[in-house]
């Protein structure tokens, strides 16, 4: 079946830091791939999505791109900041299923 | 890692019945669970906040009276869906947070699958 497999945590970076987490995915059809950001004792939060092959989600200085040769949709963000410390879920939909990642704690340091 | 399971896992139901949906935390205590609404190709929603032993809190848009959510206790948050139409046909997530050490992380369960007929 479907699966997502994010890189584990904890990631502890300092202020504006360069910032990627891994995400690779196996699927037999065509989904659709999110980000999704949890902050401490909130609930899941769209960060950014994409839907097809090489489409490039973005938000907050967050993107990641959709790619389908590697099956991978890694997040990067140019510059973190102390507010960006959270857990993130790299996910997957398709029509009949929706797949998450084990989630990344990210802490980001003054 | 913390095993949260969802029950039943797919379900079909006629429309004007209502179907419950359990979320557990098998191996830990949850005070708080979510609740989340996702349709085909899209992101989740986030439906509601399960909080044990007090009212859950909707989101906006979310009819409290249709989605009726109990938290009876640290390891069980039910969800029913009330009246069902086809429109509530939908895949449903529970998650919950392993509140006993200082840790944030979500937990998923494995989704309901509702078939409104």
């Known amino acids: 079946g479907d699966s997502v497999t994010q890189m584990e945590g904890p990631v502890t970076l300092s202020e504006e830091a360069f910032l990627t987490i891994n995400c690779t995915y196996t699927?037999?059809?065509?989904?659709?791939l999110f980000w999704y950001v949890q902050y401490p004792g909130e609930g899941l939060q769209l960060l950014l999505k994409?839907?097809?092959?090489?489409d490039k989600g973005s938000n907050k200085g967050f993107e990641a791109t959709y790619r389908k040769e590697t099956t991978s949709f890694h997040l990067e963000k140019g510059s973190v900041q102390v507010s960006d410390s959270a857990v993130y879920f790299c996910?997957?939909?398709?029509?009949?299923?929706?797949?998450f990642g084990a989630g990344t704690r990210l802490t980001v340091k003054p | 890692g913390a095993v949260v399971s969802q029950h039943p896992s797919r379900v079909i139901c006629k429309s004007g019945t209502s179907v419950k949906i359990e979320c557990r935390s098998l191996d830990f205590q949850a005070t708080t669970m979510f609740w989340y609404r996702q349709f085909p190709k899209q992101s989740l929603m986030l439906m509601a906040t399960?909080?044990?032993?007090?009212?859950?809190?909707?989101e906006q848009g979310v009819e409290k009276d249709k989605f009726l959510i109990n938290h009876a206790s640290l390891t069980l948050s039910t969800l029913t869906v009330t009246s069902a139409h086809p429109e509530d046909s939908s895949f449903y997530i529970c998650?919950?947070?392993?509140?006993?050490?200082?840790?944030?992380?979500?937990?998923f369960g494995p989704g309901t699958r509702l078939t409104v007929t």
């Open positions: 994409a839907t097809k092959a090489d």
């Open positions: 998650s919950a947070s392993d509140t006993s050490g200082a840790s944030y992380e979500q937990y």
């Open positions: 399960s909080n044990e032993g007090s009212k859950a809190t909707y």
């Open positions: 996910a997957l939909s398709d029509p009949d299923d929706m797949r």
């Open positions: 699927a037999t059809g065509y989904p659709s």
